[in-house]
């Protein structure tokens, strides 16, 4: 009778160190998997870091006449779909010559603007409803090329500092996309 309880409490005493050794080899595994995952996010994001900032210098050194005249272009192109937009009158907006008369506008470049290219964009500008006095012109450098233009609640933007923060929206959104489910 005693060499049964011996027994059985042998059993008993294994069962549970059995099964506590399984539950901490658990949580060790899923503390690893955790430490393991983090320390590959924080990789990729060091990498992303490394591949945006390379693409940064790239185009700071690279962007020249033509670039900045395409840019220039483009931003042109937007303040008049912006003025399009806002003369529709199914637009939510008032009719055109009912427009306020956009204050505060700041127009930052990442080099000085020509003449010209000031001229053209205060004639857009004036077609939004600005006056010219009320635009202020702003070399920004972190632009890398281009300019952006900011009034009332809204931002135009075409510069390739604006495509960098869109490429790193999109390599977060790919890299949410593809990293594993837990």
């Not at 009912?98 to 204050?103: G, I, K, R, S």
């Not at 635009?135 to 920004?140: G, K, M, R």
């Not at 931002?155 to 500092?161: E, G, M, Q, R």
């Amino acid at each position: 009778e005693a060499r049964k309880t011996v027994e059985k409490t042998k059993d008993e005493i294994l069962r549970k160190a059995k099964e506590d050794a399984e539950r901490e080899t658990a949580s060790r595994l899923r503390a690893f998997e955790r430490e393991r995952h983090d320390a590959l996010k924080d990789l990729e994001d060091g990498i992303t870091a490394v591949a945006l900032e390379t693409a940064r210098g790239i185009l700071a050194k690279t962007v020249d006449a033509d670039v900045e005249s395409r840019l220039q272009a483009l931003l042109l192109r937007q303040l008049e779909a912006e003025s399009k937009a806002s003369d529709t009158p199914d637009a939510g907006k008032q009719k055109p010559g009912a427009m306020p008369e956009l204050t505060n506008v700041r127009v930052n470049s990442a080099k000085e603007l020509s003449p010209s290219d000031r001229e053209a964009l205060l004639t857009a500008l004036t077609s939004l409803g600005s006056a010219e006095s009320a635009v202020e012109f702003i070399v920004d450098a972190e632009l890398l090329g281009g300019s952006r233009v900011e009034f009332a609640d809204r931002a135009i933007d075409a510069s390739l500092a604006d495509v960098l923060t869109a490429m790193r929206e999109r390599v977060a959104e790919l890299a949410a996309e593809t990293a594993p489910k837990e």
